[in-house]
Each structure stands twice: as structure tokens, then as C-alpha cells.
């Protein structure tokens, strides 16, 4: 099973900063499936990234992904105050298991 | 637009089970693969199981291989989750998600459903 660990745990900014967070996978993620959610308290996740770096539909230019291999990153360039919230990455290459990250909370400073 | 609307949540005693259910719209349900995934108190996500198109593939996380049996109905755009000889670490929300069409990631949630497994 592919393990995801994403750093940093918490991370403080204000809001117009830019926040980079990291997944690292424990072996190679396959043809770059790995995604990125959002999650807001009391809210279903929402899809931001899917295939290391492409956008899901309706997603602010603002977050981009990238990586390849073992190392992934979700780059938010400007924050907006609804931007804070938690952060998952998944990998879905390594069937038939999807595994997620153990999540990044994005807060304000 | 795209909609899962999840039920069947509760209150259930250790060894008990339970039935979630997931009413799609939205989209021609019959398309697409789609998953349930849990996320207990205060935790993070877990993916439970997927289910194919047509029924015909069907995969399990091992925390519930035996005991939880993923199917759907797509006459009725719906899909469900049988949970059986239910613990008290099933205790979460349980999302329904539709899987996108370029990949097993999730593309639409509903909002969930708590199960709590307690005597």
C-alpha cells in the first residue's frame, strides 16, 4: 500500500500570502494519479486536482498542483479567506486501493 | 447539476448492521464508477469501497473485506452500502462520491452520513 505524507501539519499565513503543501508517497504514484481536496469544516470534501495538475471544474486558477513520481505539491498562489481550510492529497494509481494523506490545515495567521 | 443525497445513518450496538443508501441525480448515473468513503470524529479520509459502472467490478478496503457489500441499483440512479458485523472504529461519516471519468479520484461528494457504532 502506498503511503501519503503531507507537510507541513498546520500551516499560518494571511490571507495574499502564497501556501505551498507537500505529499510525499512512499513509492512511485503511477501515470501521476494523485488529487488534491479541500475541506471546510462540516463539509463534504471538494476535488481541486486531479492527475498532479489539472484542475477540477469551477477550481480558481489561484491552485495549481505539480509533481511527478514520489513528490507532489499544491501550490495556492494568493490566498483568499476562504481558502483556509483543510488540505488532502490521494493517490488512485495504486489499484485497487486509493489512499489519502493524513491532511494539511491551512490557517490564518 | 450533479447531486448525491446519502441515508440510512444511525445509531447502531457493536455487531449490528446497517444499510446506507446514495439517491444520484444530475447525471447519467449509469456511466460512472462510484465509491464510499468514511472519515471518523476528528479524522481523515479513508476510502471504503468502488463499485463499476455495471456492477461487475467491485473492490473493498481490507478494514471491511467480509463484512461490508457495496451495490447499486441504476434503474433506480441509486447506490448502497450493506454494513454488516459493524465495530466501533466503522463509527464516521460516510460519503458517497462519484469517481471521475479519467481516473478512480472523486469528482462529486454528497454531504454524508454518521454512522455510530456504540452500545
Known amino acids: 500500500e502506498i503511503v501519503l505524507t503531507q507537510s507541513p501539519g498546520t500551516l499560518s499565513l494571511s490571507p495574499g500570502e502564497r501556501a505551498t503543501l507537500s505529499c510525499r508517497a512512499s513509492q512511485s504514484v503511477s501515470s501521476s494519479y494523485l488529487a488534491w481536496y479541500q475541506q471546510k469544516p462540516g463539509q463534504a470534501p471538494r476535488l481541486l486536482i486531479y492527475g498532479a495538475s489539472s484542475r477540477a471544474t469551477g477550481i480558481p486558477d489561484r491552485f495549481s498542483g505539480s509533481g511527478s513520481g514520489t513528490d507532489f505539491t499544491l501550490t495556492i498562489s494568493r490566498l483568499e479567506p476562504e481558502d483556509f481550510a483543510v488540505y488532502y492529497c490521494?493517490?488512485?494509481?495504486?489499484?485497487?486501493?486509493?489512499?489519502f494523506g493524513q491532511g494539511t490545515r491551512l490557517e490564518i495567521k | 447539476q450533479v447531486q448525491l443525497v446519502e441515508s440510512g445513518g444511525g445509531l447502531v450496538k457493536p455487531g449490528g448492521s446497517l444499510r446506507l443508501s446514495c439517491a444520484a441525480s444530475g447525471f447519467t448515473f449509469s456511466d460512472y464508477y462510484m465509491s464510499w468513503i468514511r472519515q471518523a470524529p476528528g479524522k481523515g479520509l479513508e476510502w471504503v469501497s468502488y463499485i463499476s459502472s455495471s456492477g461487475s467490478t467491485i473492490y473493498y478496503a481490507d478494514s471491511v473485506k467480509g463484512r461490508f457489500t457495496i451495490s447499486r441499483d441504476n434503474a433506480k440512479n441509486s447506490l448502497y452500502l450493506q454494513m454488516n458485523s459493524l465495530r466501533a472504529e466503522d463509527t464516521a461519516v460516510y460519503y458517497c462520491?462519484?469517481?471521475?471519468?479519467?481516473?478512480?479520484?472523486?469528482?462529486?461528494w454528497g454531504q454524508g452520513t454518521l454512522v455510530t457504532v456504540s452500545s
Open positions: 490521494q493517490q488512485y494509481g495504486s489499484s485497487p486501493r486509493a489512499t
Open positions: 462520491a462519484r469517481d471521475g471519468q479519467s481516473g478512480w479520484y472523486q469528482d462529486y
